[in-house]
Nanobody, 127 residues
Framework: QAQLVESGGGSVQAGGSLRLSCAASGNTYSRRSMGWFRQSPGKEREGVAGLYTGYNNPYYADAVKGRFTISQDNANDTVYLQMNKLKPEDTAMYYC????????????????????WGQGTQVTVSS
């Protein structure tokens, strides 16, 4: 199993930046792929960014491409989401997730492909 703990959320003005962290622990086989998702009230959970931990293959949702960057620090078992040029529509609860399978491309953004989830961290962007 994997245990995931997110941090780094907060409130910022539009145009600002935040960096989310996901501290992971547990069996590495449960963390072959990692992803960031977000969910706003009344909306479905959507994939933001993901990567296969054994290869540099990040994939992004169109809504965040060019503004968000997912990265990993294998030495510290941490995955980051650097969010720049934030917009009010980025306001949501952000979740980190891990998968036991190797994922690539759009599969990285599908919630059903992930097995373990963190508790979430709130991001609020004001205009």
């Amino acid at each position: 199993q994997a245990q995931l703990v997110e941090s780094g959320g907060g409130s910022v003005q539009a145009g600002g930046s935040l960096r989310l962290s996901c501290a992971a622990s547990g069996n590495t086989y449960s963390r072959r792929s990692m992803g960031w998702f977000r969910q706003s009230p009344g909306k479905e959970r959507e994939g933001v960014a993901g990567l296969y931990t054994g290869y540099n293959n990040p994939y992004y949702a169109d809504a965040v491409k060019g503004r968000f960057t997912i990265s990993q620090d294998n030495a510290n078992d941490t995955v980051y989401l650097q969010m720049n040029k934030l917009k009010p529509e980025d306001t949501a609860m952000y979740y980190c997730a891990s998968s036991r399978i190797w994922l690539a491309g759009p599969s990285l953004l599908r919630p059903g492909n992930y097995d373990y989830w963190g508790q979430g961290t709130q991001v609020t962007v004001s205009s």
